[in-house]
């Protein structure tokens, strides 16, 4: 039964998801908790996360032997992520949104889709 859960690349990928947002959500909190600012939480956060993603999807969720080439395409998969979780908050904001953890989230869950989208059909190929 394990076997078919670990050969899952979906479930996988989710699992790893689920465990740097976790790790990303909470730095970005904690830091948010001690006074940082908004954005300043938000890319050290994300800097720490990178770099969890990076080691858990090229080993566990594509079983990807680690190159320069995979990550050169995975940061550029980042950025363009971050950009788009960027726009996601600044827009939350536009819209009247003034909770800093609901925007954070609505950030996260842009950035999420973005980098899944990217790494499946660009980066890990």
Same mark, same amino acid.
């Given at each position: 039964?394990f076997d ?10 989710? @699992?790893? %998801?689920? @465990? !740097? ?9 904690v830091?948010t908790?001690? %006074?940082?600012?908004?954005y300043?939480?938000?890319? /050290? =956060?994300y800097m /720490?996360g990178?770099?969890l993603?990076? @080691? ?5 969720t594509?079983s990807? $032997? ?6 050169? $395409? ?8 971050y950009? /788009?979780?960027?726009?996601a908050?600044?827009?939350?904001q536009?819209l %009247?949104l003034?909770?800093k953890?609901?925007i954070q989230?609505i %950030?996260?869950?842009f950035?999420?889709a973005? =980098?899944?989208?990217t !790494?499946?059909?660009?980066?890990m $190929?």
């Amino acid at each position: 039964m394990f076997d078919r859960f670990y050969n899952n690349q979906v479930v996988r990928y989710c @699992a790893v %998801g689920a @465990a !740097n947002t976790t790790v990303t959500a909470i730095a970005i909190f904690v830091m948010t908790a001690f %006074g940082f600012g908004l954005y300043t939480a938000n890319i /050290i =956060g994300y800097m /720490i996360g990178i770099l969890l993603s990076f @080691a858990l999807n090229t080993y566990i969720t594509f079983s990807t $032997k680690p190159s320069i080439r995979i990550l050169v $395409k995975f940061l550029i998969c980042c950025l363009v992520s971050y950009i /788009i979780n960027l726009i996601a908050m600044k827009s939350s904001q536009y819209l %009247g949104l003034t909770d800093k953890y609901v925007i954070q989230i609505i %950030g996260m869950i842009f950035y999420t889709a973005s =980098g899944f989208l990217t !790494n499946k059909l660009w980066v890990m $190929k």
